[in-house]
């Protein structure tokens, strides 16, 4: 079993990472599985930020985007301890659709950890490469009506709820408050998720912007879950010199978070995905089920629990668990592209 420092520095991880568990393994499946020791977890993730960012990467300390979620308040706080407060630079990025709660609780963790802000609104940025103009031209092959004023998020069925094809359906609500879903046919879904990802791409080119200037690093802020499955942008969020938590379920972030000190508020906040015009939930967009048993899930399926094992003390049916498990696989095979580097020329073999 290795332990976080024994992972190989700065090399292209593998999704095969996510069959290892850093947990005590058990005989018998039980919900205490993913606890931590905190103590000691925060010790090696400090000291692998140390060693990879100051020694091996020769930078002098670490950017990262700030979402006021707990994720990325968790790399903050890790990065502080690792490194002091006046090593870490935190960029506030809203842009129109974020929540209003977005910028505020994000001020707080920078104010709560004593780190560098700077508040980067990217919504011009977005204007300009027509991100909202793309994405509303692609709501518009399903819904002709929607116009300035609209509001809209996408979902997608649960797996656990039954076998039936899964389609993403945009909700949609107008000026006057009428609330419309509509299921989306490939061209619209391809063309709402290619302009919604200037986002995340946007806001990575400004973290590599500010870490070239004063010869920092980028952290990323993905979890296990989130990495294992693909919960993530190309060459946007997905982009980093080192991803400190991307070893921990999420369940094992909130620990962390409240070891450190993370404000309540953060740790009380619903994930969500931020992105769209209405609140989204991750459950509801991309994970079939909440992320504390998604995490106990995706535990099973990578340490060889079967369904009927696990299925009562998750309150599922043993079909329900074989669901998710081939959902895992399902977005295994996507992420399998999203983590591949570009393909060269005189690696293929013929």
């Known amino acids: 079993m290795k332990t976080l420092n024994e992972f190989p520095p ?19 499946f039980s919900k205490d599985l993913l606890n931590l020791d905190c103590a000691s977890e925060v010790e090696k ?21 700030l979402s006021g979620g707990i994720d990325s308040s968790t790399v903050a ?13 935190a960029l506030l990025m809203p842009e129109k659709d974020s929540s209003v709660e977005t910028l505020e609780l994000s ?36 819904l002709p009506e929607y116009g300035p004023g609209w509001k809209s998020k996408l979902i997608l069925p649960s797996v656990v709820d039954g ?15 009428k609330q419309i879903t509509r299921s989306l046919n490939l061209e619209a879904y391809l063309g709402i998720i290619a302009a919604t990802n200037f986002k995340q791409r946007t806001r990575k080119m400004l973290e590599y912007y500010h870490a070239d200037r004063l010869n920092y ?22 982009a980093a010199d080192v991803k400190p938590i991307a070893h921990l379920y999420k369940t094992q972030v909130y620990q962390i978070a409240q070891y450190l000190g993370v404000p309540a508020a953060i740790i009380n906040r619903p994930p969500t995905t931020d992105t769209y015009s209405l ?9 079939c089920l909440p992320y504390e048993t998604m995490d106990l899930v995706l535990y099973a399926k990578s340490n060889g629990f079967n369904s009927s094992e696990i299925a009562e003390q998750l309150a599922l049916q043993p079909e329900q668990v074989d669901r998710v498990f081939r959902d895992i696989d399902a977005k295994r095979r996507v992420a399998k592209y999203l983590h591949s580097p570009a393909a060269l ?4 073999k013929n």
């Open 107 to 142: 001020r707080a963790v920078v104010e709560h950890l004593g780190i560098k802000s700077i508040h980067e609104d990217i919504s011009p940025i977005l204007e300009a490469v027509g991100c909202y103009r793309r994405r509303d031209e692609a709501i518009r092959l399903i």
């Open 10 to 28: 700065r090399k292209h991880p593998k999704i095969e990472l996510f069959n290892q568990n850093r947990c005590v393994t058990q005989k018998t």
């Open 279 to 287: 609140p989204q939930t991750q459950e509801e967009f991309y994970f």
């Open 77 to 89: 706080a890790l990065a502080a301890r690792a490194l002091g407060p006046n090593r870490v630079l």
């Open 45 to 65: 993730i400090c000291g692998m930020l140390r060693q990879e960012v100051l020694r091996n990467l020769k930078k002098k300390g670490i950017v990262l985007g």
């Open 163 to 177: 076998q039936n094809l899964r389609i993403f359906s945009i909700v949609a609500r107008s000026p006057d408050g």
């Open 217 to 238: 690093a980028v952290a990323g802020t993905p979890n296990r879950l989130e990495y294992d499955q693909g919960f993530f942008v190309k060459l946007g969020d997905g």
């Open 345 to 348: 020329a005189e690696e293929i």
